[in-house]
């Protein structure tokens, strides 16, 4: 039964190219449903032998899911998976759903700090500002926590043993800061403005526990003077480029030419008399009966073919 349903759903979807998205979520959940009958949503992750035998499934599964021509309704199949231990299909989920903070949330609490660095870095949202307000909270609250620890010490070792785990949680922490300001000091995704305003007032720039935020300042001040310098070299770029364009209009509408009766026509090489005439920036001269009998263009040359609009323009 569930390979009948699943051949016709994969037939629908992959065979004949079906659009609705209610195949597509069909074929998703029965996805689910079948992973789910082999190892309960609330199970941790497989390994072993487990795994081996759900990883065709789980591939087809992850494939579908990342398949840019699927049009699933991703809500539908989030709900059914969240708090699963298909953790990494819940937090690509998120990001298709656009539920960030909920993805960030789920990978901190998780300690994948680099893979919720790297989730952030690869969004156009300022998602990394984001997390180091989270980072900055969280270390901030810890601060606070152990400042009253020790303020209420009571010589019990359950105290020292707590104080012990927060001074190391916060060393961590503070560790991680420091990493991210200087890791992402230059990255677009990130405002250097909201990142000084959020450190803690009390970092010297000197400490050598702190050091990375001399580094940090040291690389964005740096970073502005070559975007500056840059812009400063791109407009003059540009305005040699107009003068150099000014210069060729100004040559192109003061020329002239010396032309007899005994001149030829370059097209039909008939004298030219005293007809009117036409003559190109490349110096070839026709008859204007010529250009008009044969239709060219008034901006390429009849005899070589040259398009003075685009040698002009380029």
């Known amino acids: 039964e569930y390979m009948g349903k ?7 979807v992959h065979g004949r190219n079906y659009d609705d998205e209610r195949w597509h979520t069909m074929l998703a959940l029965h996805y ?8 309960p949503p609330t199970a941790s992750a497989p390994s072993g032998e487990a795994r081996t035998s759900l990883d065709p499934l789980l591939k087809k599964f992850s494939t579908f899911l990342r398949d840019p021509k699927a049009k699933y309704r991703t809500k539908t199949v989030l709900e059914r998976l969240t ?22 949330s789920k990978l901190i609490r998780a300690r994948l700090f680099d893979v919720a660095e790297k989730y952030c870095s690869e969004k156009s949202e300022r998602l990394l500002t984001d997390l180091f307000r989270i980072y900055i909270g969280i270390y901030n609250d810890a601060r ?10 009571t010589g019990d070792p359950e105290d020292d043993a707590a104080e012990s785990k927060l001074e190391a949680f916060l060393e961590f922490f503070a560790g991680l800061i420091n990493s991210f300001i200087l890791k992402y000091a230059t990255h677009s995704e990130v405002d250097p403005l909201v ?7 009390d970092w010297l720039l000197s400490s050598e526990a702190n050091n990375n935020v001399f580094n940090f300042l040291k690389e964005v001040i740096s970073d502005s003077v070559n975007r500056k310098r840059e812009a400063k070299a791109a407009r003059a770029l540009s305005e040699m480029d107009m003068l150099s364009v000014s210069v060729q209009l100004t040559k192109a509408k003061s020329a002239f030419t010396r032309i007899s009766k005994d001149r030829l026509c370059d097209f039909c090489k008939k004298k030219m008399g005293e007809k009117n005439f036409v003559v190109y920036p490349n110096g070839v001269i026709i008859h204007q009966s010529c ?11 009849p005899v070589t073919f040259k398009n003075f609009e685009r040698s002009f323009k380029s």
Do not use: Q
């Open 144 to 153: 606070r926590r152990f400042e009253e620890l020790v303020k209420n010490k």
């Open 6 to 12: 699943e051949k016709f759903l994969e037939t629908l």
């Open 32 to 39: 689910l449903e079948l992973i789910f009958k082999a190892r």
């Open 195 to 201: 990142l000084v305003e959020l450190l803690p007032e």
């Open 291 to 301: 250009m008009f009998t044969h239709r060219f263009a008034d901006n390429v040359c």
């Open 83 to 104: 708090d699963s231990w298909l953790f990494e299909e819940e937090i690509y989920l998120c990001g298709r759903e656009r539920e960030h903070g909920r993805a960030i």
